[in-house]
């Protein structure tokens, strides 16, 4: 039984956007073992793989305490010298991120396990300025770069399917849990991402209270919980809360596992590009996407997910940034999220519903198939 080590762990929406990936690889080579170097809260998220994928934990730096960054260069240490000591079990690794942890991984291979067959994924191609002068009109995936470094192992002609079980969809919170929350699973769930790391690519806040009080205000009928991370995502969250009814903001109230639990069970998930975009087409939920800075082309956005469902202006300056780093030179600032609210509330409902919606403001909106 060939034994294969895969390690993507940095960058969290890239972590996530491995494993449908590894779930496809391991599907077409069922007699292999994977074992996956991943973000430490993905670690849950293995029961949703074939019995022949393991996960190990990449440790994290905390986010409070005085000793945070030396705790955890302690434990990465620990963590690559354990590898070290157990590297002789594989025979293959794909080394899809190459930071300074990998490099030291790879140098151990290269002068004590040579017969280990190492394929690294090149991505250099895939941030040259000419992609963004372009337009990004040249088919380049991130999917795609590493199925390039699995090629160089063998692992040839995988298909990465969207009609994959969600088993946690049979899971249900905690009595006490649902009760804090004061969420209401008798509702149809509607889960907002609103935000990203980047501001550039955060549709307007003040029309996506537009959007959400629309949901809210039909409180009888849908639960809105919204997604998100860290103090200031929190605070505009509750100002939400405050004001609408219907809404439950699950920012900084949850463990990651129990809001896999909770997006599971929604019925579409409206996202930037975002992680929490990347969770749900993982766990098999339907999302309306809203674009901005960036675009589907730039190579993110799953290629095995179809365009339905994206929101984008798809002016001529689109795309003008890879993730968002890049602000708006143009006389319009931002013109490319100058999206009514309608044309998301229509996107939404046309998942809901399955009506046929058409556009009013220039937006794309592509039909349901």
């Not at 509750?238 to 463990?255: A, C, Q, R, T, Y």
Request: include cysteine; aromatic fraction near 10%.
């Amino acid at each position: 039984m060939k034994r294969t080590l895969i390690v993507r762990y940095s960058r969290i929406g890239d972590a996530l956007l491995v494993l449908p990936l590894i779930d496809a690889l391991a599907k077409k080579y069922p007699d292999e073992q994977f074992t996956v170097l991943t973000n430490g809260r993905f670690v849950d998220l293995v029961e949703l793989m074939p019995s022949n994928v393991a996960f190990i934990s990449m440790p994290a730096r905390a986010s409070k305490g005085m000793f945070r960054s030396v705790s955890f260069l302690i434990r990465r240490s620990v963590l690559l010298y354990k590898l070290k000591r157990r590297m002789a079990q594989f025979e293959q690794v794909a080394f899809f991120q190459y930071d300074t942890f990998d490099k030291q991984l790879h140098r151990h291979l290269m002068a004590r396990l040579p017969q280990i067959k190492v394929a690294i994924a090149d991505d250099s191609h895939f941030w040259l300025p000419e992609r963004l002068i372009n337009k990004c009109n040249d088919g380049l995936t991130m999917i795609g770069i590493y199925k390039e470094a699995l090629s160089k192992l063998s692992y040839n002609n995988l298909h990465i399917p969207t009609d994959y079980s969600n088993t946690f969809q049979s899971r249900q919170l905690s009595s006490e849990k649902i009760l804090k929350l004061g969420l209401d699973f008798t509702k149809i769930l509607i889960a907002f991402s609103p935000f990203s790391k980047e501001s550039t690519k955060v549709y307007p806040l003040e029309r996506m209270e537009i959007v959400l009080d629309y949901f809210a205000q039909l409180n009888n009928q849908y639960q809105i919980v919204i997604l998100g991370g860290g103090a200031r995502e929190k605070e505009q969250a509750d100002k939400w809360v405050n004001k609408h009814p219907g809404i439950v903001s699950l920012i900084d109230e949850v463990e990651f596992i129990d809001e896999a639990v909770i997006i599971s069970q929604c019925k579409v998930v409206l996202a930037m590009d975002s992680f929490n975009m990347h969770l749900a087409f993982f766990l098999n939920v339907p999302v309306v996407s809203v674009w901005g800075t960036t675009a589907p082309q730039n190579g993110y956005y799953p290629p095995y997910h179809s365009l339905d469902n994206v929101v984008i202006r798809n002016l001529d300056c689109q795309p003008c940034s890879m993730y968002g780093e890049n602000g708006c030179s143009r006389a319009i600032k931002f013109e490319c999220m100058h999206i009514a609210p309608m044309t998301i509330i229509r996107k939404i409902e046309r998942i809901l519903q399955k009506n046929e919606l058409t556009d009013d403001d220039g937006c794309i909106v592509r039909e349901v198939i």
